[in-house]
């Protein structure tokens, strides 16, 4: 897992990885932590049983995982809104993707802070 800093450019971040031949996802931060799992959830397409909490983020990216083809990678852009206004939240989700990046190698995860 590796985290930039705001003057990152996501376009060519983005453009980087397809290169490399990865998948990617951008998951734009919000400022709540509902905000942000509902923003995960919706550029993930995650199932309409998703539970809203961590547990059920952890279970739905790992799942994804396991089931996508080759290399896949997850940009989480302005992270920065949900740690100023919810620093535990944002540490919870920083949690869920190290782990995730830790359990399968063919997962990259990029972490955005603006």
């Not at 709540?32 to 309409?48: V, Y």
């Amino acid at each position: 897992m590796r985290v930039l800093g705001a003057q990152v450019d996501l376009d060519g971040l983005v453009a980087d990885a397809v290169e490399e031949g990865r998948q990617v996802q951008v998951v734009r931060g919000r400022a709540t932590k509902s905000e942000t799992l509902e923003a995960f959830s919706e550029a993930l397409n995650f199932p309409e049983w998703f539970g809203m909490n961590l547990d059920a983020l952890a279970d739905c990216l790992d799942t994804l995982a396991r089931e996508s083809e080759g290399e896949w990678e997850i940009v989480w852009d302005e992270a920065a809104a949900l740690r100023r206004e919810d620093p535990r939240a944002a540490t919870g989700i920083e949690s869920v993707l190290a782990e995730l990046d830790e359990e399968h190698p063919s997962v990259h995860v990029t972490i955005i802070e603006r």
